[in-house]
């Protein structure tokens, strides 16, 4: 039985230029897309919201059409992700996880570019900004 997560991908436009979020990994301080796990009274969705907030700062609007459910490897341990793309429209100065996270908003190609050994999250962001 695979482990199950739950990612969201939060983009927004600056300037007309698309923008992804990503915030550092606790364990080693790579690069990453937030992510957590299910929750047995929230919705996958609600869990989506949630780690945004928690570890990037981040509201917005999850994508519907955008949700995905694929399977995948984080630092190599096999998983079953939901995935979900956020339109983002609010951006805390603070927020729970800013002690222990940097945040960082880049373009599509460098936050690829930014998700090293990550092959699994390269994948993700690529199909939901494709979708976007």
């Not at 908003?105 to 976007?132: C, N, Q, T, W």
């Amino acid at each position: 039985m695979l482990r199950e997560k739950v990612l969201v991908v939060p983009v927004l436009e600056v300037d007309g230029e698309l923008q992804v979020v990503l915030v550092t990994s606790r364990a080693d301080g790579n690069w990453i897309l937030p992510k957590g796990n299910p929750e047995p009274d929230l919705t996958v969705q609600e869990v989506a919201a949630m780690e945004a907030w928690e570890e990037a700062g981040v509201r917005g609007e999850l994508r519907n059409v955008a949700a995905e459910r694929v399977e995948g490897d984080i630092r190599g341990r096999p998983l079953l992700l939901d995935c979900f793309l956020m339109d983002v429209d609010k951006v805390a100065q603070a927020w729970p996880e800013d002690h222990e996270r940097r945040r960082c908003f880049v373009g599509p190609k460098e936050a690829h570019d930014l998700l090293v050994d990550e092959p699994s999250l390269r994948r993700i962001l690529d199909r939901m900004v494709a979708l976007y």
